[in-house]
């Protein structure tokens, strides 16, 4: 099982974990000048991890959809603290935080209700 700080906020629906780009992050002279002709580059420090899950949340009624997407909120808010987030595949990332919550087109009513979502995870520093 997925989860955020122990929580399974995503469970209810098919979801996927993405690690964002990693590694260092190269900077070109020409973009800093803004001149083309300008050679060169310089390594200007690591990309910072972003942690992407995307998918559906799914309930039988919109209230429990709400109750869902309200959750998930409440810890993007500034507020609340980090958390291990657990992919539930055996990939763990410690100290992270939710940055975003971007639900993604209105809500899909069928035999249950669903709306499909991306969330962001990055660290605490």
């Not at 949340?57 to 500034?78: P, V």
């Amino acid at each position: 099982m997925s989860s955020f700080k122990g929580v399974n906020l995503f469970g209810s629906g098919p979801h996927r974990f993405t690690v964002g780009r990693e590694g260092r992050r190269v900077v070109t002279y020409a973009a800093l000048t803004g001149d083309p002709s300008v050679p060169g580059s310089f390594a200007s420090g690591d990309h910072e991890l972003r942690v992407t899950v995307t998918g559906r949340l799914t309930a039988a009624s919109e209230a429990a959809l709400w109750s869902q997407r309200d959750a998930i909120t409440a810890q993007a808010a500034s507020a609340s603290g980090p958390g291990t987030l657990a992919d539930g595949k055996g990939r763990t990332w410690t100290d992270m935080k939710l940055l975003t919550f971007t639900p993604a087109g209105p809500i899909d009513r069928g035999r249950v209700l669903s709306l499909a979502y991306t969330a962001e995870f990055g660290p605490t520093d």
